[in-house]
C-alpha cells in the first residue's frame, strides 16, 4: 500500500478580514442583494447608483479606446456633476493602480475596483509608468484625473492627490510592533467645503462643520462613503478626539456601517486598533457587545512561504518512515505550537502522537525551525503568548 501524501490545512481564522460590505465586490451580487443591505447606506448598497455608474463606464471605456481621442475633462465634469468622485485607473496583475494616471490614493490595503474607473489592463506596470503621452490611453487618464483632482468639488483630495504632490510613500514595515499612526490619507489637510460632508469635516476634526452637517442637513452620521469609511473612521484614523466624540454623541457606531463588523478594516474600532489608540478602543469598548470586542484577537498566524517549505520537509520525512507510518490506518494529527509574544516557537507536540516517537520528534523539530509565525495580538493589538495549530495527516490506506 503507498503511503498517502502528508498535508497541512488552515486552523483558525486571523481578525482582519474582508466581511459585510467589503465582501460584495461584484456589483451584479449586489444589484441581486435584499434590503437589509440596501440598509448600508452607501454607494455600493444603492442599485440604482450602481446600474448608472456601470452604463457610464461601459461608455467611457468604449470611448478611451475609440479612434477619436474623448474629451477627458469633459468626462471629469460628467462625472463629478453626478457625484461620481472615481479616479480612473488601470488594472495590473499587482492589482488596481492610479499612479500610471498620475494619482495616489493613501488607502490601507490598496485601493479597490469600486473606488475607481478601470480604463485599461496593463500587464506590465513599470513599463507603462514611462509611457509617454503618445499613449491615447494613458494621456486620457492622466487628463481625467488632473481635472477630478483640481476641481472644488473634489472631497478627497486629502486622500487622492497628484502623483508628483504625493511624497514617498509611508514605511509600514515597523507596523506591527508600533501600530500605523495614519493609515489612510495625507497630514497635509487642504481647506474643506461644508458640500464635502461629514467625512471631510471628521478628518480635519471641526466639530463646529459636524454639528451643522447633523442638525441641518440631517447627514447620516453612519453612512460608509466610497472607501468603505464611516465619519467616525475618518475621524480616528486622523486622531480627532473631539471631532470623534461629536460623531459618537450623534450615535455613530464603533463597528461602522449597517453592513461592517467590527472587524472589517474600515471599522472604526479596527481602524483605532490598527493605530493601537488604546485610549480610543477604551472609548469604543462600552459601546459593542462582548463577542464583538472578542472578535478582534488574532490568533498567530504562519507565513505561507515557510509553510509551503515545510510541506516539502514532510515530504521527505515522510519517506524516511514510511514503514513505521503504513502500520497504521491514515489519521488526522494536531501539531500544537506555544507562540511567544515574538512570533518564536517554544514548544510542539503532536496529539494523538504516531507510533514512532522519533517520528514525531522530527516532526516538531523541523515545524520549529521552519514555519514563522506573525504573533498573536489581543483586542488591543498588543502582542500577547497563544498556541496555535496545525492539521497533519498520515498513514497507510
Same mark, same amino acid.
Given at each position: 500500500?503507498k503511503?498517502?501524501?502528508?498535508?497541512?490545512m488552515l486552523?483558525?481564522?486571523g481578525?482582519?478580514?474582508l466581511?459585510?460590505?467589503?465582501?460584495?465586490?461584484d456589483?451584479?451580487?449586489?444589484?441581486?442583494a435584499s434590503d437589509?443591505?440596501?440598509?448600508?447606506g452607501?454607494?455600493?448598497s444603492?442599485?440604482?447608483?450602481?446600474?448608472?455608474l456601470?452604463?457610464?463606464?461601459?461608455?467611457l471605456?468604449?470611448?478611451?479606446?475609440?479612434?477619436?481621442?474623448?474629451?477627458?475633462?469633459?468626462?471629469a465634469q460628467?462625472?463629478l456633476?453626478a457625484?461620481d468622485?472615481?479616479?480612473?485607473?488601470a488594472a495590473t @496583475?499587482?492589482?488596481?493602480s492610479?499612479?500610471?494616471?498620475g494619482?495616489?490614493?493613501?488607502?490601507l490595503?490598496?485601493?479597490?475596483?469600486?473606488?475607481?474607473?478601470?480604463i485599461?489592463f496593463?500587464?506590465?506596470?513599470?513599463?507603462?509608468?514611462?509611457?509617454?503621452?503618445?499613449d491615447?490611453i494613458?494621456a486620457?487618464?492622466?487628463?481625467y484625473?488632473?481635472?477630478v483632482?483640481?476641481?472644488?468639488r473634489y472631497p478627497?483630495?486629502?486622500?487622492?492627490?497628484e502623483?508628483d504632490r504625493a511624497?514617498?510613500? @509611508?514605511?509600514?514595515s515597523n507596523?506591527?510592533?508600533?501600530?500605523?499612526?495614519?493609515?489612510?490619507?495625507?497630514?497635509e489637510l487642504g481647506?474643506a467645503?461644508?458640500a464635502?460632508?461629514?467625512?471631510?469635516?471628521?478628518?480635519?476634526?471641526s466639530?463646529y462643520?459636524i454639528?451643522?452637517l447633523?442638525?441641518?442637513?440631517?447627514q447620516?452620521?453612519?453612512a460608509?462613503?466610497?472607501f468603505?469609511?464611516?465619519?467616525?473612521?475618518w475621524?480616528?484614523?486622523?486622531?480627532?478626539w473631539?471631532?470623534?466624540?461629536a460623531?459618537l454623541?450623534a450615535?455613530?457606531?464603533?463597528?461602522?456601517?449597517?453592513?461592517q463588523?467590527s472587524?472589517?478594516?474600515q471599522?472604526?474600532?479596527?481602524?483605532a486598533?490598527?493605530?493601537?489608540?488604546?485610549?480610543?478602543?477604551?472609548r469604543l469598548r @462600552?459601546?459593542?457587545?462582548e463577542d464583538e470586542?472578542?472578535?478582534?484577537?488574532?490568533?498567530?498566524?504562519?507565513d505561507?512561504?515557510?509553510?509551503?517549505e515545510?510541506n516539502?520537509?514532510l515530504?521527505e520525512?515522510?519517506?524516511?518512515?514510511?514503514?513505521?507510518?503504513?502500520?497504521? @490506518?491514515?489519521?488526522?494529527?494536531d501539531?500544537i505550537?506555544?507562540?511567544?509574544?515574538?512570533?518564536?516557537?517554544?514548544?510542539c507536540?503532536?496529539e494523538?502522537?504516531?507510533?514512532?516517537?522519533?517520528?514525531?520528534?522530527?516532526l516538531?523539530?523541523i515545524?520549529?525551525?521552519v514555519?514563522?509565525w506573525a504573533p498573536?495580538?489581543?483586542a488591543?493589538g498588543?502582542?500577547?503568548p497563544?498556541?496555535?495549530k496545525?492539521?497533519?495527516?498520515?498513514g497507510?490506506?
Amino acid at each position: 500500500m503507498k503511503l498517502k501524501a502528508l498535508t497541512v490545512m488552515l486552523a483558525g481564522f486571523g481578525a482582519i478580514s474582508l466581511t459585510g460590505c467589503e465582501s460584495r465586490e461584484d456589483s451584479q451580487a449586489l444589484l441581486a442583494a435584499s434590503d437589509p443591505v440596501a440598509a448600508c447606506g452607501d454607494i455600493r448598497s444603492d442599485t440604482a447608483k450602481l446600474a448608472a455608474l456601470r452604463e457610464s463606464d461601459a461608455a467611457l471605456f468604449k470611448a478611451a479606446r475609440s479612434g477619436s481621442q474623448p474629451d477627458a475633462v469633459a468626462e471629469a465634469q460628467r462625472a463629478l456633476k453626478a457625484g461620481d468622485y472615481r479616479l480612473a485607473a488601470a488594472a495590473t @496583475p499587482n492589482g488596481i493602480s492610479t499612479e500610471l494616471y498620475g494619482a495616489q490614493c493613501r488607502v490601507l490595503g490598496g485601493i479597490k475596483s469600486w473606488n475607481v474607473r478601470a480604463i485599461a489592463f496593463v500587464p506590465d506596470e513599470a513599463a507603462a509608468l514611462g509611457r509617454g503621452p503618445d499613449d491615447k490611453i494613458t494621456a486620457f487618464g492622466r487628463q481625467y484625473n488632473a481635472a477630478v483632482l483640481a476641481d472644488p468639488r473634489y472631497p478627497y483630495a486629502d486622500v487622492c492627490r497628484e502623483l508628483d504632490r504625493a511624497g514617498p510613500k @509611508p514605511d509600514f514595515s515597523n507596523a506591527g510592533v508600533d501600530g500605523i499612526e495614519q493609515p489612510y490619507g495625507y497630514a497635509e489637510l487642504g481647506t474643506a467645503r461644508m458640500a464635502h460632508g461629514l467625512g471631510a469635516a471628521a478628518r480635519r476634526g471641526s466639530v463646529y462643520d459636524i454639528n451643522i452637517l447633523l442638525t441641518r442637513d440631517k447627514q447620516d452620521v453612519n453612512a460608509a462613503d466610497m472607501f468603505g469609511m464611516t465619519p467616525l473612521a475618518w475621524a480616528i484614523a486622523y486622531h480627532r478626539w473631539p471631532a470623534a466624540e461629536a460623531l459618537l454623541a450623534a450615535k455613530a457606531t464603533p463597528t461602522g456601517a449597517s453592513c461592517q463588523t467590527s472587524i472589517d478594516r474600515q471599522s472604526p474600532l479596527q481602524v483605532a486598533r490598527i493605530m493601537r489608540w488604546d485610549g480610543m478602543i477604551r472609548r469604543l469598548r @462600552p459601546l459593542v457587545t462582548e463577542d464583538e470586542f472578542a472578535s478582534l484577537r488574532q490568533k498567530p498566524k504562519w507565513d505561507d512561504e515557510s509553510l509551503i517549505e515545510f510541506n516539502h520537509a514532510l515530504t521527505e520525512l515522510k519517506d524516511r518512515f514510511a514503514v513505521t507510518l503504513r502500520s497504521q @490506518p491514515f489519521t488526522r494529527h494536531d501539531l500544537i505550537f506555544e507562540i511567544d509574544r515574538k512570533g518564536n516557537t517554544i514548544n510542539c507536540t503532536i496529539e494523538p502522537a504516531s507510533p514512532s516517537a522519533e517520528f514525531d520528534k522530527e516532526l516538531c523539530d523541523i515545524a520549529t525551525d521552519v514555519v514563522r509565525w506573525a504573533p498573536a495580538r489581543d483586542a488591543f493589538g498588543t502582542t500577547v503568548p497563544e498556541s496555535a495549530k496545525l492539521v497533519v495527516g498520515f498513514g497507510g490506506k
